[in-house]
């Protein structure tokens, strides 16, 4: 075939595919006349171009395989962090896992290593696993195999290290335990809890199959593997997927949905069908589908079409294997189990059980020789088919997929409750569903004109029109404040807090009988108000919360204990800090008399009394909690989770506070690189990672690095809060506050401007917070010897009647302190001294955090002729300096240059000593030419 | 260290138009594939859908500095579904001749034996397919072994070759068509 005939044909081939049916036929005959021997290869081209490619992927498939085969396992033996892998457990889709072992521990830890050979380097696949290794690591549940560390091999392939399970798939479980019907129910019962828990944790499993539920040796079933899950509501810091597209190569066949095969979103439901299939399969030993199912397309096939043979029907078929007789089990099964387990395998989702708890609930029943709810056209049906018929129509708005799937789920679930007290009639709930109805139907795309509808706006409505719903006032008040939650859910505190009262009047007209309902109802009362700002009346319903929760369970009680920890918490922010204390106290011994000291609550109670302490000056006892806080969430919460993490960053933030700089950034560090694991790049809490980070580097008279930690603070601030934020203005007059420091006065004060700005903006232009960032803001007509200007800031941070906090208050003294000193106002300055020096060592204590005002205080009394006081000053700031461990920092070595000047004017010989060191320390971080080094030259 | 920098070195000098360079990286990544095939492929059982790719990637990360940008990412990638190419052909020989070596006349009754001396079979009719192609149009023959045999994405195959994703599409189908066919010739 020559040149010109390959691209004759080429053409062609790419014309005759534009073509079909009769006008390719045509142009293949006109084709055939003008190049009567390249007409064959076009057919045969066009021919091939209709088949499979199987045909060439398959080789190079079957050869890697082979390849692998004679190749050794190259993982075993080698150290992933400090897991040493021993041996290979299982290969899946995804990768292979491996029994590993914890190589630094004394005591034994064998764990299931997994490494994602199959995991793209691209970035995206790289922060999704990250993510999804978040979810993971926040699933804590005693039948779900929890996650334990994670990571990166060398070779960049991402791992994570999952809690290790000896046990057996739960189907052979059941086979060699030989359980009957009753026990194998009860236990998948158990994996329904365990599934129901990751739901409401919105993360679907969507592989659920026996080898995926193994059951150790004292007979609890566990999860494995959410390996392939996928989040429900992507989480706090991404709002974007409710639902999430299957991946049809990543599933097991013969347990999947229709949904599932057919590409489609899978959702709780799909867990739903998987566990009615394995139900199927644990109670028959059977597949649902009768035929032999060889082939994907013929499983396929069935799951889409094939309606399940009645289990009570598959036992007797060939191959059935449960303990009783097939024709006693047939008896067992007939009727409501029958029904129970096809309603889990419902083709369409909305016909399923809405939750893996109604499917479990309904088992119960059956259990208990009570009626079952699987029949059709039940409320989960209306409501179901109703949300796909909506969600898909508002796919823009995205969060209302989350809520309408959560208040449907509450619904449902509140229904069932309510019906197995026999108190709510089929009127009530066709009510019910009625309203949900109508709700909906006005806020499809068609009513909206066009614009999405945005789940405030829903809620709005909805709250509006139960409130006219003819329903008990119990059940109407339940929905009220459900949607109230909902509200909060979606940042609409203010919102939320009138439609939680609405709810609260009408259950308090009968306080007796709605006890829990109130409990629980006071308690999100005071955490919305609390977020709000309203601390007073937050603290109103803290005290009732607490008054209900003795009512209802005794004073000796985890739940009295954690309202107490939080009212502790509201107290502390109150700047009620004494009480605030006690509180914390109290709850931390309720908790430990309780057994409960491992519990997340007693942590944060002792997280909050460590802040607490660190707030009043008590460094050494803040300390000590700060590390017992650490070392107990590392245990209990597990080295990755987000709380832990925060722990971590506020014992280094007390350690750099008292000057312990090297392990405060180690901390900090940790913190960093462990966060980078599991969250996204711009995880909100990484701003107060990196401003830690940058205050640690400034100390450290490192200000590339602290420029660039303070930067990245800010711009994560940014991106989740937006610069009309707090946190955005505070991250904001810190990066200012390094340029200061810096002493480049030109850029801190542009930086000042737009701190000044954002504060106005968030906290108003006379709030205390921009008192705060006109006291940072001081050192730069400090440095620059505009004295008028640096006083008239510190006036004003000063001026009453506004209550300062303890440090801004004896900071803004110490410095204008120092301007009186500078102009001339000797007198006024030492007697502000005084009590600067007092106040400052009560709050830091005799540390590396006094030396500036140590400094400050000592130039003053040296350059007003006061060489004793100066000298005493001096020989406090050596003496704190001499028991450091670390090595001099660059406010260090400014008060050891006042020492030394002071030394200097009292002709004492070590002087010159003295000022080379801290000339020597200072020169390094500022350069020659900096006015700070100047003044160490006599 | 040295090594890594060495072999970034090599993949700018290459990038660059240096096909010294190239020639000079080929073995090292080649070698690359080989020691790590087994840590992938091992975990994978036979029948999965099975991707070169992540070995590829493998390598990628162990060979080069990250930190290089996308489009010597995608230099690297083509020269590394060459070497997976090579890597499986040499692979499918060895047991073809291996087979044949160890007495050409006995009939083999294991079917498994069978089945693997069907698929290295296979695997050297289309690398024959493949060079057959590549005399036609060299081009085309590039974008398969991108495909197939570095699992380049569509995307990233429109990086690498700065091809339009509908030119692009259109040689595929040109070059898989032509290649089917001429595995089911004969």
């Known amino acids: 075939m020559t040149t010109s005939d390959w691209q004759r044909l080429e053409q062609a081939f790419e014309q005759a595919l534009q073509l079909e049916g009769a006008e390719r036929e045509a142009f293949l005959t006109m084709f055939s006349k003008e190049y009567p021997r390249l007409a064959d290869k076009l057919a045969d081209l066009l021919a091939a171009d209709g088949q499979r490619n199987e045909a060439l992927e398959a080789p190079i498939r079957a050869a890697a395989d082979s390849l692998a085969e004679t190749t050794d396992d190259v993982w075993v033996g080698r150290t992933l962090g400090v897991w040493q892998i021993e041996k290979r457990i299982a290969a899946g889709g995804m990768g292979a896992v491996f029994l590993a072992q914890r190589a630094d521990s004394e005591y034994t830890q064998h764990a299931a290593l997994k490494i994602m050979t199959g995991q793209l380097l691209a970035p995206d696949a790289i922060s999704r696993f990250r993510a999804e290794r978040q979810i993971l690591a926040s699933l804590q549940h005693p039948n779900i195999a929890s996650l334990i560390d994670g990571g990166s091999t060398e070779e960049q392939l991402p791992y994570i290290v999952m809690e290790y399970i000896d046990g057996q798939p739960i189907d052979a479980y059941c086979d060699a335990q030989q359980l009957d019907l009753r026990d194998r129910l009860r236990l998948f019962q158990r994996v329904c809890d365990a599934l129901d828990y990751a739901h409401r944790n919105l993360v679907v499993h969507r592989d659920i199959k026996p080898s995926n539920i193994l059951v150790d040796a004292s007979g609890d079933p566990k999860l494995l593997d959410f390996g392939i899950a996928k989040l429900l509501d992507a989480g706090s810091y991404d ?418 506070r008292t000057g312990k700089l090297s392990e405060a950034e180690s901390l900090i560090d940790t913190a960093l690189e462990r966060g980078a694991r599991v969250w996204p790049e711009n995880y909100d809490v990484f701003s107060q990672f990196f401003s830690y980070k940058c205050t640690i580097r400034n100390r450290l008279g490192d200000f590339t690095a602290a420029l660039s930690a303070c930067e990245r603070a800010l711009e994560v601030a940014q991106i989740n809060f937006g610069e009309e934020s707090k946190l955005y203005a505070r991250r904001m007059r810190s990066l200012a506050s390094q340029h200061g420091d810096l002493g480049d006065f030109e850029t801190a004060a542009a930086l000042y401007d737009l701190a000044e700005t954002a504060t106005a903006a968030s906290s108003g232009a006379d709030s205390v917070t921009m008192r705060t960032v006109y006291l940072s803001r001081s050192k730069v007509p400090l440095g620059a010897g505009d004295y008028d200007e640096a006083e008239r800031l510190l006036r004003a941070v000063l001026r009453e009647p506004v209550e300062l906090s303890g440090s801004a208050d004896l900071y803004a003294r110490e410095r204008l302190a120092t301007v009186l000193s500078k102009t001339g106002r000797q007198a006024e300055a030492t007697l502000l001294f005084d009590g600067v020096v007092i106040d400052a060592t009560a709050l830091v204590g005799e540390g590396p955090a006094l030396l500036p005002t140590l400094a400050a205080a000592t130039a003053h009394f040296r350059t007003s002729g006061d060489l004793d006081r100066a000298l005493v000053l001096g020989e406090r700031a050596q003496a704190i300096i001499d028991g450091s461990d670390e090595s001099l920092t660059w406010r260090g070595a400014q008060a050891l240059g006042e020492y030394g000047l002071t030394l200097l004017a009292l002709d004492d010989d070590q002087a010159v000593v003295v000022l080379d060191i801290a000339h020597t320390a200072l020169v390094k971080v500022f350069g020659d030419a900096d006015q700070r080094v100047q003044a160490l030259i006599p | 260290m040295g090594e890594d920098s060495d072999i970034t070195q090599l993949l700018n000098r290459w990038i660059g138009g240096d096909s010294d360079a190239g020639d000079a990286l080929a073995p090292l990544v080649y070698n690359e594939l080989r020691h790590r095939a087994g840590r992938v492929f091992a975990g994978e059982r036979p029948g999965h859908t099975l991707q070169p790719t992540a070995l590829v990637n493998e390598a990628f990360a162990a060979l080069v500095n990250v930190d290089i940008t996308w489009q010597d990412r995608a230099h690297f990638f083509a020269l590394a579904a060459r070497m997976m190419r090579r890597l499986l052909v040499n692979h499918a020989n060895a047991k073809l001749t291996e087979k044949r070596g160890g007495g050409a006349l006995k009939v083999t009754l294991d079917p498994a034996a069978v089945s693997a001396d069907d698929n290295a079979t296979e695997l050297v009719r289309l690398n024959d397919a493949l060079r057959d192609l590549a005399e036609l149009d060299e081009r085309k023959a590039e974008l398969i072994e991108l495909q197939y045999f570095g699992g380049l994405t569509f995307a990233e195959m429109e990086q690498v070759t700065g091809l339009s994703s509908s030119t692009l599409d259109r040689h595929l189908r040109m070059a898989r068509a032509w290649l089917k066919d001429a595995l089911t010739q004969n």
């Open chain 1, 239 to 656: 709002m974007t997927l409710a639902v999430t597209r299957a991946d049809a190569r990543a599933m097991t066949l013969s347990y999947a949905s229709p949904e599932h095969v057919l590409g489609q979103p899978v959702s709780i439901a799909s867990d739903v069908y998987s566990l009615g299939v394995l139900l199927y399969r644990l109670l028959t030993g059977q597949s649902p589908y009768r035929q032999t199912l060889n082939s994907q397309r013929s499983i396929e096939s069935a799951i889409l079409e094939t309606d399940p043979e009645r289990p009570s029907a598959a036992v007797t078929r060939e191959g059935a294997n449960t303990s009783p007789s097939p024709a006693r089990l047939q008896r067992l099964m007939a009727g409501d189990l029958d029904n129970i387990v096809l309603k889990s395998l419902q083709k369409e989702p909305e016909r399923r059980y809405a939750t893996a708890a109604a499917f479990r609930d309904d088992i119960e029943r059956f259990l208990t020789d009570r009626p079952v709810n699987a029949r059709p056209d039940s409320l989960v049906y209306r409501a179901g088919k109703f949300i796909r018929r909506n969600t898909l129509a508002l796919a823009t708005a995205t969060v209302f997929a989350i809520t309408v799937i959560s208040l449907v789920v509450f619904y449902t679930r509140q229904l069932t409750v309510e019906r197995d007290a026999a108190r709510l009639q089929a009127a009530r709930s066709d009510e019910i569903a009625g309203f949900m109805n109508s709700l909906f139907a006005n806020a499809t795309p068609d009513n909206a004109k066009g614009e999405a509808v945005t789940a405030v706006e829903l809620l709005d409505e909805g709250f509006e029109r139960i409130d006219a719903l003819d329903v008990q006032p119990e059940l109407r008040a339940e929905l009220m404040s459900n949607m109230a939650n909902n509200m909060m859910e979606l940042g609409q505190q203010k919102r939320a807090i009138p439609m939680m009262n609405r709810a609260r009047e009408i259950l308090e007209q009968e306080p007796e009988r709605n006890g829990r309902a109130l409990w629980l109802l006071y308690s999100r009362i005071a955490e919305a108000n609390r977020q709000v700002g309203d601390f007073d009346e937050s603290m109103t319903y803290q005290e009732r919360t607490i008054d209900a929760a003795v009512a209802l369970f005794g004073p000796e009680h985890r739940h009295v204990a954690f309202q107490m920890m939080r009212m502790g918490g509201t107290l502390f922010d109150m700047d009620r800090v004494d009480e605030a204390l006690e509180l914390e106290a109290r709850a931390i011994e309720m908790f430990d008399a309780l057994g409960l000291r491992e519990s997340s609550q007693a942590i944060d109670a002792r997280g909050n009394y460590a802040n607490a302490l660190q707030y009043v000056g008590r460094t050494v006892e803040a300390e000590f909690v700060h590390r017992e806080v650490v070392t107990l969430s590392e245990r209990v919460d597990g080295e990755l989770a987000t709380n832990t993490l925060i722990r971590i960053a506020n014992l280094s933030g007390l350690l750099m």
